[in-house]
């Protein structure tokens, strides 16, 4: 018995100085860390909410699980970093709506399917022809890159979805 | 239900964990001489992985993060994983003391298996909701054990072949792995 | 002279990677850029040195039966900080390596060394030792990188992760003559396994040398 007390009280301490030093270094990083994870995505929300003063990150509920992120422009409207599976790898893009109800940016920031059939979801005129689109209206696919494009307008479908909980 | 077949079959096929992600080489290199032992092994790496990510999971949300002590997972998951493995251990030396000779000492080293750390990790990263975890966590040491079961039945004609003497063992296994690895890519866009 | 090239060939032929076959999952995953490899490698060799010095520290008051959960805490604590600290300083890393940074817990090669070595020497041996460990570890896999980027790319170029300057990008292969297969997994297979063979031939050869002597 004074055994097992004696194993368990080393291993608690092991684990305790390792806990301290890890708050330590937590500590430390954490800072950097988040002004990194923002810093990242701040280029991109810059460029769809220019006029915009503030940026943060906030919390939201999606049914869907592909949205992974949701931020506010202060005052001009919200941005959803989605995620969905495409052809052969997952496919992460950034959509912002404003105030009103239209898409005002669109950017896939990851693709990896078929060069020159999927990979088009990346290509400016996909992205042109869903930025201006209100809410209530229907993406159109692209033909060639079906599975890739409809993932996106699914996405886009369940980014619309949180839009309209956060209203 | 259609996501989390794609989940499914995607985790085993398309984005095989052994053959695209290269983790859980070291058992495959290892045990896979016998289509027996690779069975019982793929079994016990299934009940752990599931086990391990659930337990994980489950503290991760209900502890960890409430206490903001998230920094805290790496050390917590890789515990309840030894644990886990400890556990399996004695199961299986009471109730199947064969395979647990056969398995020898690859058994206690499912606990550096990468696969069962990575699973366990990704669940969190991934933003997993609970059956996605459920359902990722069984898919992928299912493709685990195919790889293994695929690998013990050649590994079992490889040992008799005429290979070079220097390719002799494990740099011929790995190129039976790399001829795996470009017949699993046909499975892209599959689902 | 003779005793760096006897050093070298050390490095090779008790080379963890290609002899003895540990911290795989790495090696194949991640060696498909030169920058990659040179990140993890240091990354490893910093882990695997400390956690040998700790290790051995407390090895005379470490009761046998919870040495491996003891390591394996020091372990993983060492690279939860390392992992921190790259996400904070050196991003581009973090973002190359992704999850195998904190997957460098379960690289066989430092427990693996901390069971077989640490535990059993002085600190002064046992820092070393991982020194040495690691050394091989980051060569192996720089040896990898060299040759898939190359093949694949036919470039090589490195990025300092601190402040993403580039420190230097030649191109050596013209476009039209490169592998592309060489960057997935089939390449990362084939080229592991030729260094493999390599490997096992050159210590084959020394050994018959030895016998025939």
Redesign the interface.
């Known amino acids: 018995m004074k055994k097992i007390i004696h194993l368990t009280v080393f291993l608690a301490i092991i684990s305790a100085l390792a806990g301290a030093t890890l708050a330590f270094v937590n500590n430390m990083t954490s800072p950097i860390i988040e002004e990194r994870k923002i810093a990242a995505v701040k280029t991109t929300l810059e460029a769809i909410f220019p006029t915009a003063s503030e940026y943060k990150e906030i919390s939201f509920v999606d049914a869907s699980g592909t949205v992974k992120n949701a931020y506010e422009a202060v005052g001009v409207g919200y941005a959803f970093n989605v995620t969905v599976q495409g052809y052969k790898d997952v496919i992460t893009f950034i959509v912002g709506i404003d105030g009103s109800g239209k898409i005002v940016g669109f950017k896939v920031n990851y693709v990896n399917d078929t060069p020159g059939l999927g990979s088009k979801v990346a290509d400016p005129e996909f992205a042109n022809s869903i930025i201006g689109k209100n809410v209530g209206d229907k993406v159109d696919t692209i033909s060639g890159s079906t599975v890739s494009s409809a993932a996106i307008v699914k996405g886009i479908d369940a980014a619309k979805a949180v839009y309209q909980s956060l209203k | 239900m259609e996501g989390f077949f794609t989940l499914f079959i995607s985790a085993i096929l398309i984005n095989n964990i052994v053959l695209t992600k290269f983790l859980g080489m070291c058992p495959i290199m290892g045990v896979s001489r016998k289509t027996s032992s690779a069975l019982g092994m793929g079994a016990a790496v299934v009940f752990v992985i599931f086990g391990a990510s659930v337990f994980t999971y489950g503290l991760y949300y209900s502890v960890l993060k409430p206490l903001s002590l998230e920094y805290m997972d790496l050390i917590t998951f890789i515990l309840v994983i030894a644990a886990f493995v400890q556990f399996v251990e004695m199961v299986m030396k009471k109730f199947t003391p064969a395979l647990y000779k056969a398995l020898g000492i690859f058994l206690p080293l499912i606990t550096t298996n990468c696969v069962v750390l990575y699973v366990t990790l990704v669940n969190i990263t991934n933003g997993y909701s609970f059956m996605e975890m459920v359902v990722y966590s069984i898919a992928v040491p299912v493709g685990f054990t195919l790889v293994l079961y695929i690998f013990s039945t050649i590994r079992e004609r490889l040992d008799n072949a005429p290979v070079p003497e220097a390719f002799k063992g494990n740099p011929i296994a790995l190129i039976v792995m790399a001829i795996m690895a470009a017949i699993f890519t046909a499975f892209a866009g599959l689902v | 002279m003779k005793s760096l090239l006897n050093y070298g060939m050390s490095l090779l032929k008790e080379n963890p990677v290609f002899g003895l076959?540990?911290g795989?999952?790495s090696s194949?995953?991640i060696t498909t850029n030169l920058n990659n490899a040179v990140g993890m490698g240091i990354s490893v060799l910093l882990v695997l040195t400390v956690s040998n010095i700790v290790i051995s520290l407390i090895r005379k008051?470490?009761?046998n039966?919870?040495r491996?959960?003891?390591y394996?805490?020091?372990i993983?604590?060492l690279?939860?900080?390392v992992?921190?600290?790259i996400?904070?300083?050196a991003?581009a890393i973090d973002a190359a390596l992704g999850?195998f940074i904190?997957?460098i817990?379960?690289n066989?090669i430092i427990?693996g060394r901390a069971e077989a070595f640490a535990s059993k020497n002085g600190v002064v041996a046992s820092a070393l030792d991982g020194l040495n460990m690691g050394l091989s570890y980051t060569l192996s896999i720089i040896a990898l990188s060299l040759i898939r980027q190359l093949l694949a790319t036919g470039a090589l170029n490195m990025i300092n992760p601190f402040n993403d300057a580039v420190i230097f990008d030649i191109a050596i292969i013209p476009a039209e003559f490169t592998i592309p297969m060489f960057s997935?997994?089939?390449?990362?297979?084939?080229t592991?396994?030729?260094l493999?063979?390599?490997v096992?031939?050159i210590n084959?050869r020394d050994q018959k040398k030895v016998k025939g002597a």
Do not use: R, W
């Open positions: 076959y540990l795989l999952c194949l995953a008051i470490t009761p039966e919870i491996i959960p003891v394996i805490v020091v993983a604590t690279v939860k900080a992992e921190l600290l996400k904070a300083y991003p999850v904190p997957l817990v379960v066989c427990l997935s997994p089939i390449g990362a297979f084939l592991f396994a030729l493999a063979a390599g096992a031939a084959n």
